[in-house]
């Protein structure tokens, strides 16, 4: 279970995307995941890479995927601190859309 912006794994930050209407555009060496979205009216693509059950870095969800996004760190730390699935459904960034 992540932990503020500790202890994400590769399911974590997909769940997260997945609610933010991110999908999947493509694979690379299967262990590259890049998955596309769009947020504040902007097209965004952020690569996932597939570590099992390892922990992604902080430095790397940081700097890497977070900013990427382009959801706020905050909406990243809540959604941690909710714990449950179905309180962490009640949070949503409103800048993010389903890609039409």
Sequence with gaps: MPRYL???RYKDIVAFLKQHFFILNYTER???????G???????EVEVQYHASKSISPKCLQHDIILKSGIPKEYWKDWARA???????????????KIK
């Design 6 to 8: 500790k202890n994400w």
């Design 30 to 36: 299967s262990s590259h995941y890049y998955y596309k």
């Design 38 to 44: 769009f947020v504040d009216n902007e097209y965004r």
């Design 83 to 97: 714990g449950n699935k179905k309180a962490q459904r009640e949070i949503q960034y409103e800048g993010a859309k």
